[in-house]
């Protein structure tokens, strides 16, 4: 029987994939305690959007350190390309769900900054990637 350790376990030939595996599970999990939070304390609207970048930034950080942990080489590469795919999965996501993105500078800038955030990731990530 396969397990959930075990699948993640034979994720990690595909660093960006499983990068892209923890960007996603974290940002749900983050969403849902932002959700919980939401429903027992009042939050405005700027601190709803406020929580919602540093989710995505916090997501695509620790994805793109656990990217480059797995590949152990080319942390900019890896942390820029898992930042890049997350920022595209939530683009298409945001236009299929609420047509939220618009093809304008800031749209754009949001995406470049998840592949920035994501190099940066992969590089701190490739740094403290120990031994095998």
């Known amino acids: 029987m396969n397990t959930v350790g075990g699948s993640m376990r034979s994720l990690r030939r595909f660093p960006v994939l499983y990068g892209l595996g923890w960007a996603l599970f974290v940002a749900a999990v983050a969403t849902l305690f932002v959700s919980v939070a939401a429903h027992f304390i009042t939050l405005g609207d700027h601190q709803l959007v406020v929580a919602a970048y540093a989710i995505h930034c916090a997501a695509v950080l620790i ?7 797995a590949a152990r080489e080319r942390g900019w590469y890896y942390g820029g390309l898992t930042g890049l795919i997350y920022a595209v999965i939530m683009v298409c996501l945001g236009l ?7 093809l304008d500078a ?10 920035v955030i994501g190099a940066f990731g992969g590089i701190v990530g490739v740094g403290t990637a120990g031994e095998r």
């Open 96 to 102: 299929v769900i609420d047509n939220t993105f618009s």
């Open 106 to 115: 800031a749209g754009l800038f949001r995406v470049l900054l998840m592949a």
């Open 63 to 69: 994805g793109a350190l656990a990217a480059s942990r």
